[in-house]
């Protein structure tokens, strides 16, 4: 009933900044404390890994520590979406980027979100 509908993605070189943008639509389940919205990423080969989350309601914020202080997560409560800002972007940020949804608590766990986007290629050129 949930649909993430992402936008953004590309290619860049290396320093350059680029930014991936998220929307729910559908019910959700905003209203909930501990609503989350967050991005992971996943490279070839390689595991699916966090890189940051913002709760719906307070302020609080979450990163990878790979991306602390390159990229900033965002979000717009009324139109149910984050975006995610990607600065100083380096080769090894090279994955496809996930838009995740839901009640959380742990938010660096892939497995305590609830809907996926599609995924968003970005690819950094050095």
């Known amino acids: 009933q949930v649909q993430l509908v992402e936008s953004g993605g590309g290619l860049v070189q290396a320093g350059g900044s680029l930014r991936v943008s998220c929307t729910a639509s559908g019910r959700t389940f905003s209203t909930f404390s501990n609503y989350v919205m967050g991005w992971f990423r996943q490279a070839p080969g390689k595991e699916r890994q966090f890189v940051a989350a913002i709760k719906w309601s307070g302020i609080s914020t979450y990163y990878a520590d790979a991306v602390k202080g390159r990229f900033t997560i965002s979000r717009d409560n009324a139109k149910n979406t984050v975006a995610l800002q990607m600065d100083s972007l380096r080769a090894e940020d090279t994955a496809v980027y996930y838009c995740?949804?839901?009640?959380?608590?742990?938010?660096?766990?892939?497995?305590?979100?609830?809907?996926w986007g599609q995924g968003t290629q970005v690819t950094v050129s050095s």
């Open positions: 995740a949804a839901g009640t959380v608590f742990s938010v660096r766990s892939s497995s305590q979100y609830d809907y």
